[in-house]
């Protein structure tokens, strides 16, 4: 088999050639433009995969990845670190326009997109997950979620979380026993906090926190300490300094999810003396903004202690906690929605009654574009008068997309 060139990347990362039979190949860690020799050919009937076996001529947009462990450990983690950053952005509009035109069925141009002011050191959460031994805690490689490798520092997260682990890892002996994987998240206020999962049952009390905690801040590497025990809800162990729970769902990118709010609430429009509807509300942010704004909101979201946090931040609105798709009869019909699922996207009753209740503009804001098409595929009663993509995730295959839905006349 003669090399095969890369035309382009697919949703994921992985690079897309031609066989010599025609049939499309995919191969991970490969750049548009670049010849490569592939190992470990797998065909199917329309399709093949294949792994890089040799790089026979280097695209004009291959680049060194920043992080050891991309090459050598296969991270998982990132899928575009070998890419520069204006060709990954390319890529990244790409996955959104063709989502949209071959799912959604929408004639749509690849969308503008948002750059990052940081493509690296901007995660402010991190998974960690354990190896089935216990000896390691790290993330996984690419495409083997049964192995982890020992991480030494993650080259996309934020340096204070880094720097919290290189104390971290030093303290494994003062873990919980039955860890079953860790959290580390960099809070607005500036804190840290490291959570611990485990296999541990609710009638079992982990009693370690304490010495931990003391270790940490010998160590100038102070945190607040979480633990999760199998089945419960997570609980602050030591050096608490808030009530909020350390894995309520908050921006991996916090500065780059501020840019989607505020982005998709302009796109809203006018909203004073509106109903609006904010759906999959979290902790209340957007729901604040549109209240402020004069609006008539009502917010779901089902994490019950995000609508807590959302109640005790105020303002005032009417809240409701559960699946959006189990509250909608106790919903007056909007003006306007925001919708901001997630990965999964919105249930298929939700789009059901959007298409019924015909309000006079949907903002749609997605972290999956194969999703985003598939939702707004169910909604053909609504034009698209805008899309928007934002990088909230260089280095990766992942993009945030804004959708602005107007109903059709």
């Given at each position: 088999m003669s090399g095969i060139r890369i035309l382009r990347l697919a949703a994921g990362g992985d690079g897309v050639g031609k066989l010599d039979d025609g049939r499309t190949v995919f191969v991970p860690r490969t750049a548009p433009g670049d010849l490569v020799e592939p190992a470990g050919l797998r065909a199917h009937k329309r399709f093949a995969r294949a792994r890089l076996g040799r790089l026979l001529e280097p695209s004009p947009d291959r680049v060194e990845p920043r992080c050891p462990h991309y090459v050598r450990d296969e991270c998982g983690g990132c899928q575009l670190q070998h890419v520069a950053g204006p060709a990954q952005r390319e890529a990244r509009r790409g996955f959104v326009g063709e989502a949209l035109r071959r799912l959604a069925r929408r004639e749509v141009a690849d969308p503008p997109l948002v750059p990052a002011e940081q493509e690296f050191d901007y995660r402010a959460k991190i998974t960690l997950a354990v190896s089935a031994d216990g000896h390691r805690v790290g993330l996984h490689p690419y495409d083997r979620a049964e192995e982890v490798f020992e991480l030494e520092w993650c080259h996309i997260t934020v340096p204070e979380l880094m720097e919290l682990w290189q104390v971290l890892r030093r303290l494994r002996p003062l873990f919980p026993p039955r860890l079953d994987g860790l959290v580390l998240r960099m809070g607005r206020e500036g804190g840290r906090h490291v959570l611990f999962r485990t296999t541990e049952g609710e009638g079992e009390v982990w009693g370690g926190a304490a010495p931990l905690h003391a270790e940490l801040r010998r160590h100038n590497a102070v945190a607040t300490i979480w633990w999760q025990p199998a089945g419960g809800a997570p609980r602050a162990m030591a050096g608490a300094g808030e009530a909020y729970p350390a894995t309520v769902f908050e921006q991996v990118h916090p500065a780059m999810g501020d840019r989607v709010r505020a982005h998709a609430l302009d796109a809203l429009g006018a909203v004073e003396g509106r109903r609006v509807w904010d759906l999959y509300a979290g902790i209340g942010e957007t729901t604040a903004a549109l209240v402020r704004a004069g609006a008539s909101v009502e917010s779901v979201e089902s994490d019950r202690r995000a609508v807590a946090e959302a109640e005790s931040r105020g303002p005032a609105a009417r809240r409701h906690?559960?699946?959006?798709?189990?509250?909608?009869?106790?919903?007056?019909?909007?003006?306007?929605?925001?919708?901001?699922?997630?990965?999964?996207?919105?249930?298929?009753?939700?789009?059901?009654?959007?298409?019924?209740?015909?309000?006079?503009?949907?903002?749609?804001?997605s972290c999956d574009p194969a999703t985003l098409a598939r939702d707004l595929g169910r909604l053909p009663g609504f034009r698209i008068a805008e899309v928007r993509a934002f990088d909230l995730f260089p280095q990766t295959a992942h993009v945030e997309t804004v959708v602005v839905l107007d109903r059709a006349s």
């Open positions: 906690a559960g699946r959006v798709e189990d509250v909608l009869r106790e919903l007056k019909a909007p003006d306007l929605v925001i919708t901001n699922p997630p990965r999964t996207g919105m249930d298929a009753r939700v789009s059901e009654a959007l298409e019924r209740l015909a309000p006079e503009r949907v903002v749609y804001v």
